[in-house]
């Protein structure tokens, strides 16, 4: 799609989470002030700031994307991509606790034996929290290397990170 002034903040992977930050942004005019703030949401949204993350935003709030990163590592309070190859965020906002959420967490935490913001020795997965993935009505969700899934238990939240471990997707 080309990128008009009317979709120029709607992300192509149609993640609504992105949309979310935009209305953040928005919300402030886009004024380059309000990058701490928006780093922060987007690090609740997101868990952490990806390179395709800070890029949005720099361009959104037409930052020079050096000022962005800059920012954003200059704080400790913000968590860059993780180390692991593979990532499994669980949501912990309201609609996905009241749906079992811890459950999926304890269990990846023993399956892995691994804390919540901690990457396996072997750098293969790292596991991840979030305030909301904006998906809540599929709740309890999680994200996958990159891709929601809902309604989700321990066996099929284990299952679907085994298949990304061992497949590689
Ligand atoms: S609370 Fe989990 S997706 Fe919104």
New binding site residues.
């Given amino acids: 799609m080309p990128i008009t002034k009317e979709n120029s903040n709607i992300h192509p992977s149609g993640d609504k989470r992105f949309q979310m930050l935009s209305a953040t942004m928005k919300r402030h005019q886009y004024a380059p002030d309000a990058l701490i703030e928006v780093l922060h949401q987007a690090q609740e949204l997101f868990s952490y700031l990806e390179d395709d993350l800070l890029l949005y935003i720099a361009h959104s709030l037409k930052l020079p994307p050096s000022s962005v990163y800059g920012v954003a590592t200059f704080y400790n309070f913000f968590s860059l991509k993780p180390k692991g190859v593979h990532t499994c965020v669980v949501?912990?906002?309201?609609?996905?606790?009241v749906?079992g959420?811890t459950n999926l967490l304890t269990s990846l935490e023993q399956q892995y034996q691994l804390q919540a913001g901690k990457t396996t020795f072997d750098n293969q997965l790292s596991l991840l929290t979030?305030?909301?993935?904006?998906?809540?009505?599929?709740?309890?969700?999680v994200v996958v290397d990159g891709s929601i899934e809902?309604h989700q238990t321990a066996e099929s939240v284990i299952h679907r990170v085994e298949e990304s471990l061992h497949h590689g997707s």
């Fill in positions: 949501c912990m906002g309201t609609a996905c606790y749906k959420s979030a305030r909301c993935l904006g998906a809540c009505g599929i709740a309890p969700a809902g």
